[in-house]
């Protein structure tokens, strides 16, 4: 699976709710610049990046300004990030339970999924978090963080259900 698009089980009819879930109408922390579009798109967390990426098929240019450290910037393609300098705060799918529960956001992983322009900077971040919530959450290259999402979204279409949405 490494480098290679997702290939997960999706119809049509489920893209456009899966789509209508993560877009938010409101500028969010993270945009998705796609060409020949006029308005950027935004989602709720880093990642509904991956999924935007994975549902549409196509490219886009993510701009994510997270809770800490500088912007983030990067191609993302169907197939995986561009080579990013870049860190991301991950849930692992067996402690998504953990979690509280949101209220505005589509899953009770965005809260806690951000990009960060280096370690130091997702450590400040983390840091700061309740520490019951803390040990749920890790720090994972941008690309490794691709390819765990991709395990998971893979799992949730076999099963037909998500921890994480």
């Known amino acids: ?17 899966v789509l209508a879930r993560i877009t938010s109408l ?34 886009c240019r993510v701009v994510a300004e997270p809770p ?13 990030p561009e080579p990013v300098a870049a860190w991301m705060s991950n849930v692992p799918s067996d402690h998504v339970a953990q ?20 370690k130091d900077a997702y450590a400040a971040w983390n840091d700061a978090l309740p520490e019951g919530i803390r040990p749920h959450i890790q720090c994972l290259s941008v690309h490794e963080a691709w390819l765990e999402a991709q395990r998971a979204l893979m799992a949730c279409a076999a099963a037909r259900s998500c921890q994480c949405r």
Do not use: N
Not at 1 to 17: E, F, N, R, T, V
Not at 100 to 117: D, E, L, W
């Open 68 to 80: 800490v450290g500088g912007a983030v910037r990067f191609t993302l393609t169907p197939s995986g």
């Open 1 to 17: 699976m490494s480098g290679s698009a997702l290939k997960a089980p999706i119809g049509k009819w489920q893209a456009g709710d």
């Open 99 to 118: 979690l509280p529960a949101v209220g505005r956001m589509p899953s009770r992983c965005c809260p806690y999924t951000h990009f960060f322009i280096s």
């Open 26 to 59: 409101t500028p969010t922390r993270y945009m998705l610049l796609e060409g020949g579009r006029d308005e950027p798109i935004y989602v709720y967390c880093a990642l509904d990046t991956f999924v935007y990426a994975w549902v549409t098929g196509g490219s």
